[in-house]
């Protein structure tokens, strides 16, 4: 399946560079993944927020449909990693879009946004108020940290400045999605569940990851992991890989700490990638490259005297009585020196380190966004996933999939790319959220 030439030719069209800073400070990394490996964990998470936890309403607007009820509260990221958070957006800020006459229940569903996608309006605007006249249900609205009323000042438009903007961003969502399922509970809103579009999509699997009962899933335009958006996607075009190669080269902490930080292992991980190119390398480096491996006390010897000769000669062998594997342990000692040495100054050190540069991105965008590094949900038959076939932003070849990792969980697939279904498919996604709800009254209206 080829990708959406949609796709390509709008990521050209918006001209803005992503981590133009960098990677973020190493002692920020060092914080998010300590507590990745708290939020990656549901019985550890959930000490995290309380059940009380405090949110508060400002102001309520009456419209024809519906009221929209403004709110905020303090994100528990600034309790729990005091500073990591930009000044702007320890505030976390939210709409409630309820209707006046509720059907059956009182539905709630979270939306959380997507890239590019600041204050309320398109949310609003796209999925809520269709959902109140649709379906009955509310829907909470809530701002990402570095967007819309939580942009830091020097951020221009969605361009984080940092990688780990993108996980502090995560690790913020997680812990304040928590708060807000456990006040709309409170509230005695029922059932719950979460949904979003691409980067909310993928924000909205993390969150749910740590709720201790079962919820509705609907992400859509998202797969298991970032690193693959920032690595081979579309979007791996609009990063400053520059700027991250530079200080990647220039300050070991990354390759000498950092790194060593990561503990996500799965199959498609870059460690795995350097144990196979590792042992295929002490393989071939430790196999007995005499005549008889490799056929020369044979009877066709004689037939390939010329041919072994001209090997030999070309080799830089004479009747020194040199190994005739001399060639082959030249190649191995070459692939070897590209794979851990930079050679300042060449061709060859640039393209090595990129893509030493590629692989730690993987690497930390793995462990704090593969789902895999996560607790599974608690009841993944709840879960719908919508997926474009062509989605040149969500590539899904080398990564795990999601029906791997979520057994249970069901997969629709939807023609074109990611441009297009945001713009054109918002109707099936608001379906995909019913569907989801129907299951969950299904299996649990009478608990």
């Known amino acids: 399946m080829g990708v959406s030439r949609l796709d390509v030719l709008y990521r050209k069209l918006l001209l803005t560079k992503l981590f133009i800073q960098g990677w973020g ?4 990394l060092k914080r998010i993944f300590e507590l990745r490996k708290i939020v990656g964990n549901r019985e550890k998470c959930k000490e995290l927020v309380p059940k009380d ?80 006249k649709e379906a009955g249900m509310a829907s909470l609205l809530l701002e990402n940290p570095y967007y819309g009323y939580r942009k830091p000042k020097e951020q221009v438009r969605s361009s984080l400045r940092n990688v780990s903007d993108l996980f502090v961003m995560g690790a913020a969502l997680i812990l304040e999605s928590a708060v807000l399922l456990h006040w709309l509970e409170r509230e005695d809103y029922w059932p719950l569940g979460m949904t979003g579009i691409s980067m909310g999509g993928h924000m909205a699997s993390l969150a749910v990851t740590n709720w201790p009962k079962p919820i509705p899933l609907i992400p859509c335009l998202s797969w298991t992991t970032a690193s693959n958006v920032f690595t081979t996607g579309v979007l791996s075009k609009a990063v400053n890989w520059r700027e991250l190669e530079k200080q990647y080269a220039m300050h070991s902490v990354y390759e000498q700490e950092i790194i060593r930080l990561l503990e996500y292992c799965g199959v498609d991980s870059f460690k795995m990638g350097q144990e196979f190119l590792k042992s295929s390398l002490d393989t071939l480096s430790g196999l007995d490259l005499s005549t008889d491996i490799l056929g020369l006390h044979s009877p066709e010897r004689d037939r390939m005297g010329m041919r072994t000769s001209a090997l030999h000669s070309r080799a830089g062998e004479g ?129």
């Open 53 to 132: 936890y405090p949110v508060f309403i400002d102001k309520v607007e009456d419209q024809s449909d519906c009221k929209i009820h403004n709110g905020y509260f303090i994100s528990p990221l600034e309790h729990i990693v005091p500073g990591i958070l930009p000044s702007e957006s320890i505030k976390a800020r939210f709409q409630f879009i309820v209707p006046k006459k509720w059907k059956n229940h009182k539905p709630v569903c979270i939306h959380l946004a997507g890239t590019g996608d600041h204050f309320f309006w398109k949310r609003r605007t796209l999925m809520a108020r269709p959902m109140i």
């Open 25 to 28: 400070k190493p002692d920020d």
């Open 319 to 447: 009747a020194n009585g040199q190994d005739h594997d001399h060639g082959l342990n030249q190649m191995l000692s070459s692939v070897n020196m590209q794979h851990t040495n930079i050679n300042k100054g060449s061709g060859r050190q640039r393209q090595s380190l990129h893509t030493e540069s590629l692989d730690f991105m993987k690497g930390v965008m793995d462990e704090c966004t593969h789902i895999a590094n996560f607790s599974v949900p608690l009841d993944p038959s709840l879960i719908i996933l919508i997926q474009a076939k062509e989605d040149a932003y969500i590539p899904r070849t080398g990564v795990r999939s999601l029906q791997e990792i979520w057994p249970g969980c069901e997969v629709r697939y939807l023609n074109g790319g990611h441009v297009s279904a945001y713009l054109f498919k918002q109707g099936l996604f608001r379906q995909a959220i019913y569907d989801a709800y129907d299951r969950y009254l299904e299996k649990y209206s009478n608990t």
